[in-house]
């Protein structure tokens, strides 16, 4: 993957979701103003909350572009959690405020002014924000960036979370019941903060290096793929992430009789095909371990000169093996 293209193609993205976030920031206040609802304020007041994110997401693309050097030799992907996580505490905090703010409206008893003008002002925003979300989300795919899939997520949410807020005003137009503006609000508040966690959760996870099934899953087919004779067992396999790049520790078995120079243009080989079919952009540090004969049933070299057993069939790789030990065969 050309690093260059992606980074232009992220940081232009952040650009898009800043534009856009203002953009839709801007619409909403406005129906606020026109409606005085406070469902509409409340997720007006989440929209802030996009923009801020937006702004750290760019800052952080910019940084994560920036080349490993002595002081971070992974380069500077792990940023790209901390925005995740950032988003994610800030939408949980916006929770609070709408909740806080949807109690004093229930409290004074408000009344909402000019549904019909809101429900068009919030419409378009939430279309705005579904173009964007879906953009985010396309480019945050293609290029694994953990910021772009956290904030379309996020802005996804937001959608939803205006079309509640456009039913809502509706209810309030049919039945005329005011107080269920506020409630709308504080339904929203708890949606929000259930998913601010959940960003926070998943960020936090991505800091400490937490087992992710999908990475490995990924990994253990593109492994699967290029074995060949020789490369007997790969296991004891451990990732570590940093935004879109990961570094890969683990255990290859070869040949006990293979030689250093051998051992090295295989292995190297293996690396590289493998990180080419990987969905993240990588390296591998093997720690070559020698078969000690253990493996023959399920090595298909052929003319080994130290075979003690026939072999019978190639044990394909799976996510449980490669992060375990390695199962032997000595009967």
Known sequence: MNSTKTTHQTITSAWISLGVG???????????????????????????????????ALLVMKAVAEPAD?????????????????????????????AYEAVLALIKDHEVH??????????????????????????????????????SSHVLSDVWTTLGVAVGLIFVKITGW????????????????????????????????ETDKGSLKSL??????????????????????????????????????????RVHQESHQFENLVVDAYHFDGEFAFHVDPCGRNFCK?????DCPIRERKFEQIVPLTVESIIKPPAYDLK
């Open 220 to 261: 253990c087919e593109a492994l699967n793929h290029h074995l060949k004779p020789g490369l007997i067992d790969v296991h004891n396999l451990r990732i570590i992430r940093s935004g879109s790049f990961h570094h890969v520790d683990a255990h290859l078995v070869v040949p006990d009789f293979w030689d250093a120079q």
């Open 114 to 151: 000019e549904v019909q003008s809101g429900v068009v002002f919030i419409g378009v925003a939430s279309l705005l924000n579904l173009l964007l979300s879906m953009h985010l989300r396309t480019v945050g795919k293609k290029y694994n960036s953990e910021a772009l899939l956290a904030s």
């Open 22 to 56: 203002i953009l839709v920031l801007a619409i909403k206040f406005g129906g606020y103003f026109v409606t005085h609802s406070q469902a509409i304020f409340s997720d007006a007041l989440e929209s802030i909350v996009n923009v801020v994110t937006a702004v750290i």
């Open 178 to 209: 005011q107080w269920l503006d506020p409630v709308v609000a504080l339904v929203l508040a708890f949606q929000l903060a259930i998913h601010g966690v959940k960003i926070v959760r998943q960020s936090v996870g991505g800091l400490i290096d």
């Open 70 to 98: 002595e002081e971070h030799p992974y380069g500077h992907g792990k940023l790209e959690y901390f925005s995740a996580a950032f988003e994610g505490g800030l939408i949980a905090f916006a929770a609070l405020a709408i």
């Open 298 to 302: 399920r090595c298909s070299l052929v």
